[in-house]
């Protein structure tokens, strides 16, 4: 089982839709997470990061985490055109990533 | 604040020679350094810990012979692709973790492209 799991996507929306992308990690005693979007050629950028079951929210952006179900989810409100990037999610300290979703805000 | 700069941005070399990718913490001192490659439509692995002073911890699968890491200063950590083979081409990303900042804090370098041919 990979540490950390995403839907490869790619992932479609409309501009002005929410964007939904998931995340699910197998060590039980991770304690941080974070999102990282990362442009064709370039290298990732922090998003978000959150520690604390619950949703936390910056902007558009909104990280949703569940330690009992072992999920990390990021929502994106209101989708542009310049979302489209691949999402990386990390786990712990040592940056363990996910194999990424291509989102695709279409116009 | 907080930026990290790779060298070379792109590279092109023939196939048998060795490429150094330097990766410095500009503004901040950075204890410890991460390498990561990227293949297309692919994650980030993580390469290797660099850590100033000691020696590199690997990751399971990357030769440590093959790919060589010197963080000789609180600044600058080096990538030295011995001996490259066209299956090395790819993207390789170096992060630093400032000394004394958050445990889990870690600013990328834009990336270097590797292409062996």
């Known amino acids: 089982q990979k540490e950390v799991e995403q839907n490869s996507g790619p992932l479609s929306v409309p501009e002005g839709a929410i964007a939904s992308l998931n995340c699910t990690y197998s060590d039980r005693g991770s304690q941080s997470f974070f999102w990282y979007r990362q442009y064709s050629g370039k290298s990732p950028e922090l998003i978000m990061s959150?520690?604390?079951?619950g949703d936390k929210e910056d902007g558009r952006f909104t990280a949703q985490l569940n330690k009992a179900s072992q999920y990390v989810s990021l929502l994106i409100r209101d989708s542009q055109p310049s979302d489209s990037a691949t999402y990386l999610c990390a786990v712990r300290g040592d940056m363990r990533f996910g194999a990424g979703t291509r989102l695709t805000v279409k116009p | 604040g907080a930026v990290v700069s790779q060298h070379p941005s792109r590279v092109i070399c023939k196939s048998g020679t060795s490429v150094k990718i330097e990766c410095r913490s500009l503004?901040?001192?950075?204890?410890?350094m991460f390498w990561y490659r990227q293949f297309p439509k692919q994650s980030l692995m993580l390469m290797a810990t660099?850590?100033?002073?000691?020696?590199?911890?690997?990751e399971q699968g990357v030769e440590k012979d093959k790919f060589l890491i010197n963080h000789a200063s609180l600044t600058l950590s080096t990538l030295t692709v011995t001996s490259a083979h066209p299956e090395d081409s790819s993207f390789y990303i170096c992060s630093a973790r400032p000394t004394g900042g958050l445990a889990y804090e870690q600013y990328f370098g834009p990336g270097t492209r590797l292409t062996v041919t």
């Open positions: 503004d901040f001192q950075a204890t410890t």
């Open positions: 959150i520690y604390s079951n």
């Open positions: 660099s850590n100033e002073g000691s020696k590199a911890t690997y």
